[in-house]
């Protein structure tokens, strides 16, 4: 597992259905720092150990992958998510609950946001306060279950999962 924070700087392992169990079913409050609030994805360091949930995935059609790519699976619990941050290009997919994702192009300011909060005390605190500028700039949707979205490469993005939610990125 990794905490919610801008660049999940702590780590935590434990068994699958403990997290499913304990972690899983106590939704994210808004008074959760990023640090205090984990979540299961990528860092899958023993891959041996997502063979089968890797070996069953369908890659997103019309899109030529290379040998680089990375697939990380994911599940999290309600009002989990990470804020914003950037990376390489991304596919992401959810096979169960919903996901809300907020966009930010390279070409803007950079987003206003504490890189300890967690994604829902954002939402609740300092989205509200975004001026018009800020809000010209952001691009936001939510993934239902079979959606798929494509992350060019340094955009920034922040997640936020509504409900339970199970998901798969594939880093191009």
């Keep these: 597992m990794s905490t919610a924070n801008k660049n999940s700087y702590a780590k935590r392992e434990m068994r699958l259905?403990?997290?499913?169990?304990t972690v899983v079913s106590m939704p994210v409050t808004v008074a959760m720092l990023g640090n205090e609030t984990w979540y299961h994805f990528g860092d899958n360091k023993h891959l041996e150990w997502w063979e089968d949930v890797f070996g069953h995935y369908v890659r997103p059609r019309h899109y030529r992958f290379g040998p680089y790519e990375s697939l990380?699976?994911?599940?999290?619990a309600s009002g989990s998510g990470v804020p914003f941050h950037t990376h390489g290009h991304v596919?992401?997919?959810v096979f169960y609950g919903r996901k809300r994702w907020w966009l930010v192009p390279p070409t803007a300011p950079n987003p206003r946001f504490d890189r300890d909060e967690s994604t829902l005390s954002?939402?609740?605190k300092v989205y509200p306060t975004w001026n018009r500028t800020e809000r010209a700039a952001?691009?936001?949707?939510?993934?239902e279950v079979g959606d798929l979205?494509?992350?060019?490469?340094?955009?920034?993005?922040a997640t936020l999962n509504i409900g339970e939610t199970v998901f798969m990125s594939v880093f191009v």
């Design 17 to 21: 259905s403990t997290y499913v169990n």
């Design 72 to 76: 990380s699976f994911g599940l999290g």
């Design 91 to 93: 596919f992401a997919e």
């Design 122 to 124: 954002w939402l609740v």
């Design 138 to 143: 952001l691009m936001e949707c939510v993934c």
């Design 149 to 157: 979205l494509y992350i060019p490469g340094l955009w920034w993005h």
